[in-house]
């Protein structure tokens, strides 16, 4: 699908995968669901044979989650794909660390693809996400003050820091609607895993996808969804043109230096804080995290040191700012 198109049809490629030829070898993450099916069955079809099937179970639908595993295994082995599993006790992860079981699982998925990664010397992972997933997403972060970096969190070929690992996320079908993706599934006959846990409301995720987009659409038009759509897609380019002009030797740094940083304006000061904290992978960035880190370059500034997610801190010192 192109920019404001037709909502229905087969899968199409993207520009972008011309970039991971077929005789590449990759990693691609596999759910058991529709999307992730739907995913692997195009891919292997395009000539894609040597990727690397990648599956965590999150330990969160007790027997359904082992049947997810073995289904996805199954999936590998008619394909003549390997296979990695692994398994993360989300619910306690998250109780532990006082996080939502949604921001744990993300992360927990993360964790082990970047340890596939560096086991396997592959450090590029296809990935399902959809255009409807990022409608979702843009709305999510757009009622959480994300910023347009976060407005533009999802886009088809991104990079991603995990613990050492610099990953390189693939999502070809961020053009392509939920509705296409059925198309597909029917057209090829595929079988796949139904997730229950999809229709509850609890998470924030299901709620816009179940009420809050309905809502939007009958308010403004059936259209509302490539709308906004297309908005993110603009915020996708802007930022990639944005962050082309932030120095490197800055936000690659393990101390930044304040006297220089005091000089720039507010938003490139707040661009170049956030790309400087997901380089030493700080989780749950945000409007006020990035502006309690800022203020410790205020001249007139007298805290010297701010507390960051998971007992991690930021701390002025000497003229510099370090994460400890």
């Not at 970039?19 to 079809?45: C, E, I, M, N, Y």
């Not at 998925?109 to 990935?127: D, G």
């Not at 609607?177 to 599934?185: F, G, L, P, S, V």
């Not at 380089?279 to 040191?305: C, H, M, W, Y």
Request: contains cysteine; hydrophobic residues 40%; charged residues 30%.
């Amino acid at each position: 699908m192109t920019h404001g198109g037709s909502k229905r049809g087969l899968l199409t490629e993207p520009p972008k995968i011309a970039d991971f030829p077929a005789g590449g070898r990759f990693l691609v993450g596999v759910s058991g669901g529709r999307d992730s099916v739907a995913l692997l069955h195009w891919l292997t079809k395009l000539g894609y044979r040597r990727l690397i099937v990648c599956h965590l179970n999150h330990q969160l639908r007790g027997r359904a989650a082992t049947a997810d595993a073995k289904f996805v295994a199954r999936l590998a082995k008619q394909r003549g794909l390997e296979f990695e599993v692994g398994s993360a006790d989300v619910r306690k992860l998250a109780a532990t660390r006082k996080e939502s079981i949604e921001a744990v699982a993300r992360e927990s998925r993360y964790s082990f693809f970047a340890a596939v990664a560096r086991r396997r010397r592959c450090r590029t992972i296809f990935l399902g996400h959809h255009a409807d997933d990022l409608v979702e997403t843009f709305l999510i972060n757009l009622c959480r003050g994300a910023g347009t970096r976060g407005l533009a969190s999802m886009r088809e070929v991104t990079t991603r820091r995990v613990d050492t690992t610099e990953l390189t996320i693939v999502r070809p079908l961020l053009r392509t609607w939920r509705e296409q993706i059925d198309d597909y599934i029917a057209h090829e006959h595929l079988a796949f895993r139904e997730d229950a846990s999809n229709r509850h409301l609890e998470p924030l995720r299901n709620r816009v996808r179940h009420r809050v987009l309905p809502y939007l659409e009958k308010t403004f038009g059936r259209n509302v969804r490539q709308n906004i759509w297309r908005t993110a897609a603009i915020a996708q380019e802007e930022e990639s043109f944005f962050e082309t002009l932030l120095p490197a030797e800055l936000t690659d740094a393990a101390a930044l230096a304040v006297k220089p940083l005091r000089e720039m304006s507010v938003a490139v000061q707040r661009r170049l804080l956030d790309q400087w904290m997901r380089r030493s992978n700080i989780a749950n960035i945000g409007f006020d995290l990035i502006e309690r880190v800022r203020q410790l370059v205020e001249p007139a500034g007298t805290v010297a040191k701010t507390n960051l997610p998971r007992d991690r801190h930021a701390r002025r010192r000497a003229g510099k700012l370090f994460i400890e």
